[in-house]
């Protein structure tokens, strides 16, 4: 029996023993930069979904007429040149000579095609074409975009306006993105035919992604590509930190998206890792419900302290945002005063300026307002969706408690969460708003707009918090150009500085975590470019 | 025999209609999956269009219903998530997830029983101590732990195999396994332990415990007094003795490996089935959740079945006697 056993204990030895060494092998392989995140993108469909687990696959592999620095300054893309003819009328001059992966000339067609699809009703492109009328071929390298309204900002919302083959499209029987009324799966949930930079060699959900460099992509001609040498990529999603983290550290990973903040202390001190940061373009707020009589859950009956602009101010002043940096979100936060940061449109460091951290002044004016002994709410909170989001919560939760506002934190996963806020079902609550096509508009438009039911306006707004003049605002931003369009943004960040419609907190900051041979330049919409990357 | 199976078979179908009314029910708190399909930027009207093109405005108990029927039919729709169809993920992910439980259900039985036999001989000699202590960590330690610790000492610390995923697989049909290539085999060996060895320290416990009942009774002691040999005294006459209750917990355990393997699955992003639930949870895709625990259940069903039927074959007294009598 005994020997059996130590036979059967050598086994497994000898079985643990063989691999060593394979992951450093695999990772010399022929400048194959392996990467994960927590998520994998639902679906390839270039116009189905509109966030940014889909869109950091898909900007590998396919254009856009307008495309991106790793800065997010606009550069040309599939058009090398663009103009308005008349406001409403903008033209674009396409790249000549391009192909799709799969051979197929990139033509006017294709263009017009793929404006057709991201206005698709299944679309989930639509805020980025919402002004846009048709697309009209004019010759096989030109293309008109007709506007319903003047539009300033087309040129920031085409960079994400992914453009696709007409041919294939049509071969493949998908027209039109994804339609949830459809019982069969689309050929594009899993295949992928663009023009960009990687080409897709093969596709396992939640699993694999493999791709390879496609020689023929124009942009490596360019100066600034000249460097990148990645050759194949392959991205597989790791749902847990720890294993995400161990992968980096056992060297099957080279390159991860979202290393989890505890880790970064012990990332930074360990050999051949790098971890670089930058600011996201993504701002963390607490909304308030201003619009009820009497709030839901409160213990304030018969009127809603959070009309009161005094107790608004209150709680900005109790929160110490200094504090939730430092001990909360280990330093990788930029505290702020307003809601998007600088590399977005219409940003100006003069109205982002926070109420000073002053409980004695919190107490004070909460006491003006009426409410000397404080009162009682519940702060809603999503749990998994930004980074510590429900600790966010809590250090708010104990700070308003210290001049007397008795807070109770309710913090669900995000998909219970988002569903409760979209019903209105909530008092104050903690979001984060993401600003893709970089310009201020879309910041008040979703979330300080009155809600109209049009497309957008108030949308994300449910505090419904309105103000006609911040609306006035909103409707010369949507329209005006050039100064008087900058002057009304400065004008409706004022507003937001004074009316304390939220109580801003931070932009979040975003840590890349790589193999030092990897080089990946920092991207503030957290959507690596390979193209732009090297492995030494 | 025919006539029990059948009452079996109508036995189990309340069950099953139970578990889809209890999940079903249940989906009204994980989240509204139109809010994460909709993402960021969305109208009313598409809003309204997207509830009623997944049925989601009418009553209970008519969506209810239509679950039921389309299920009985095999047809659980698409995912709302993935935009594929629910049978195609089950079918693609269930063949990572059975060979896992396997595997590890192998694993503990080829270790777990003759660490049991061994510990019930020799209960006072160390290593028999040592086992024992052994399976208290066994027991005790939450498999993400037990999980996270072999990641930490075999991956990171000595980079003897991987920490994440299935390797290299093959196909054979639409069974995809990493049974055959080197890198496959390596990446199971974490997972298996991992999910193998609350069920090893159970067998090893439950065989003990067998063992040392059976070595008490007369017909052991006839057998030493004839004289046989130690090893058919153990082996032939104890060991076959004690394996009724192994069997049976082994049987149900197999449905718990496979039931439970979500939490070994999340923690070596293990791409079966219990990664895929998870995932849904998530983002609450109602179609690939209720598969998924319609399929548990009817794995659970189907498996006390086999038990019951393996009962009948191994104890003669259950054909006699009806039921009467235990082991």
């Not at chain 1, 663009?194 to 939640?206: M, Q």
């Not at chain 1, 609306?471 to 008087?484: C, F, H, N, P, V």
């Amino acid at each position: 029996m005994r020997r059996t056993l130590l036979a059967a204990a050598a086994l497994l030895g000898a079985g643990l023993g063989l691999g060593l060494g394979a992951g450093e092998a695999e990772a010399q392989q022929n400048r194959t930069v392996r990467w994960s995140a927590a998520g994998d993108a639902n679906t390839l469909d270039p116009h189905s979904q509109n966030i940014g687990t889909v869109a950091m696959i898909l900007q590998q592999m396919y254009d856009t007429l307008i495309t991106r620095n790793a800065d997010l300054s606009l550069r040309p893309g599939l058009a090398t040149e663009w103009r308005t003819v008349e406001p409403t009328r903008w033209r674009f001059t396409l790249r000549q000579g391009v192909r799709f992966h799969e051979g197929e000339s990139f033509t006017a067609d294709d263009v017009v095609f793929s404006i057709n699809r991201a206005l698709a009703p299944t679309s989930n492109f639509g805020i980025f074409v919402d002004t846009v009328e048709r697309a009209e071929k004019v010759d096989d390298h030109t293309v008109d975009i007709v506007l319903k309204i003047a539009d300033p900002i087309l040129p920031n919302k085409l960079a994400s306006v992914y453009m696709v083959s007409r041919s294939w499209h049509e071969k493949h029987n998908a027209v039109r993105p994804q339609n949830t009324r459809a019982r069969e799966e689309m050929y594009t949930v899993r295949n992928a035919n663009g023009t960009g930079a990687f080409r897709l060699v093969s596709r396992e959900g939640d699993v694999r992604t493999v791709m390879r460099r496609n020689e023929d992509w124009y942009g490596w001609r360019e100066p600034d590509n000249t460097n990148a040498n990645i050759q194949e990529l392959v991205f597989r999603p790791i749902a847990s930190d720890a294993t995400r983290i161990a992968g980096l550290l056992s060297g099957e990973v080279d390159f991860v998206l979202d290393p989890p903040l505890q880790d970064l202390a012990r990332l930074r001190n360990a050999p051949n890792i790098r971890v670089v940061e930058g600011p996201e373009i993504r701002t963390i707020f607490i909304a308030m419900d201003t619009y009820r009589d009497e709030l839901l859950y409160s213990d304030v009956r018969g009127r809603n302290p959070m009309k009161d602009l005094r107790v608004r101010q209150a709680l900005y002043h109790a929160i110490d945002i200094q504090a939730i940096n430092r001990t909360t979100m280990r330093g990788f936060s930029v505290p702020t005063g307003t809601f998007f940061p600088p590399q977005v449109n219409g940003y100006t460091a003069a109205e982002d300026v926070r109420l000073p951290f002053d409980p004695a002044r919190a107490r004070a004016l909460l006491a003006e307002a009426g409410y000397p002994q404080g009162f009682g709410i519940t702060l809603d909170c999503p749990n998994n969706r930004y980074i510590n989001d429900e600790q966010i919560c809590q250090a708010i939760a104990a700070m308003w408690a210290r001049v007397g506002v008795r807070t109770s934190v309710r913090a669900q996963p995000l998909a219970p969460f988002f569903a409760q806020i979209q019903r209105d079902d909530v008092s104050v609550y903690l979001l984060g708003w993401g600003v893709p096509a970089l310009d201020a508009l879309y910041s008040f438009q979703s979330l300080v707009a009155t809600r109209n039911g049009a497309q957008g306006d108030g949308i994300w707004n449910y505090g419904r918090y309105s103000n006609p003049r911040m609306d006035a605002l909103i409707q010369r931003m949507k329209t005006e150009t050039g100064e008087s369009r900058t002057a009304a943004i400065h004008e409706a960040l004022r507003i937001y500085r004074e009316d304390v419609p939220h109580i801003p907190l931070h932009h979040q900051m975003i840590p890349w975590a790589m193999r030092s041979n990897v080089h990946v330049p920092h991207a503030a919409n957290n959507q690596p470019f390979f193209r732009f990357a090297r492995v030494d | 025999m025919f006539a029990f199976i059948v009452s079996r078979v109508l036995q189990a179908l309340p069950v099953m209609l139970t578990v889809a009314l209890l999940s079903f029910a249940m989906f009204a708190y994980v989240g509204d999956p139109v809010a994460i399909m909709l993402g960021q930027d969305y109208t009313e009207a598409q809003r309204t269009q997207l509830i009623s093109d997944l049925g989601l405005d009418q009553p209970f108990f008519v969506q209810f219903f239509k679950f039921v029927v389309n299920a009985a039919q095999g047809e659980f729709g698409l995912s709302y998530r993935l935009s594929r169809p629910v049978a195609d993920l089950i079918a693609e992910r269930a063949p990572a997830t059975l060979e896992l439980a396997l595997c590890a259900a192998a694993l503990a039985l080829a270790i777990g029983v003759p660490m049991g036999v061994y510990t019930g001989l020799y209960r006072n000699s160390w290593l028999s101590r040592f086992f024992l202590t052994f399976s208290l960590i066994g027991v005790s330690l939450p498999t993400f732990l037990i999980g996270i610790l072999l990641i930490l000492t075999f991956s990171v610390w000595l980079g003897w195999l991987p920490s994440f995923g299935r390797g290299d697989t093959i196909r054979w049909g639409w069974w995809s396994t990493g049974l055959a290539t080197w890198s496959g085999l390596k990446a199971l060996i974490l997972p298996a332990i991992t999910l193998g060895l609350f069920q090893l320290t159970l067998i090893m416990r439950l065989v003990r415990a067998e063992m040392l009942e059976v070595l008490r009774t007369d017909y052991i002691k006839f057998a030493r007094a004839r004289g046989l040999t130690n090893r058919a005294v153990h082996f032939g006459h104890a060991l076959k003795n004690t394996l009724v209750p192994v069997i049976t917990i082994t049987g149900l355990q197999l449905g718990a490996i496979i039931a439970f393997a979500i939490v070994t699955e999340t923690v070596f992003q293990w791409p079966g089935m219990g990664l895929l639930f998870i995932q849904s949870v998530g983002a609450a895709d109602i179609p690939v959740m209720s598969a998924y625990l319609l399929l548990i259940a009817l794995m659970f069903v189907t498996i006390n079945l086999i038990v019951d039927l393996l009962y009948y074959a191994v104890d003669p007294r259950l054909r006699i006697g009806g039921g009467k009598g235990g082991h």
